[in-house]
């Protein structure tokens, strides 16, 4: 399995699109969850989603946080 490794000044597209279609996906849903201003905090199947995609991508959750 290849690592994505991104660069400070990568655009974050670039990044996401070199993921799995499935991880592009759980990105897009992290997005819509996050503009959400009705979100309910009791959406644990998501928050499931993004701890599992968190622990598979932390080296680009990393580069994110810069």
Same mark, same amino acid.
């Not at 699109?17 to 849903?29: D, F, G, H, N, Y």
């Given at each position: 399995?290849?690592?994505? $490794?991104?660069? /400070?000044?990568? /655009?974050?597209? &670039?990044?996401? *699109?070199?993921? *799995?279609? &499935? #991880?592009?996906?759980?990105?897009? #849903?992290?997005?819509?969850?996050?503009? @959400? /201003?009705?979100?309910? +905090?009791? @959406?644990? +199947?998501?928050?499931?989603?993004?701890?599992?995609? $968190?622990?598979?991508? +932390?080296?680009?959750?990393?580069?994110?946080?810069?």
């Amino acid at each position: 399995m290849r690592t994505t $490794m991104a660069t /400070p000044t990568e /655009p974050l597209t &670039e990044v996401v *699109s070199r993921l *799995s279609p &499935e #991880k592009q996906a759980a990105v897009r #849903k992290f997005i819509e969850f996050i503009e @959400d /201003p009705e979100r309910k +905090s009791e @959406d644990t +199947s998501f928050l499931r989603a993004v701890d599992e995609f $968190m622990a598979e991508n +932390s080296e680009l959750m990393r580069l994110l946080a810069r």
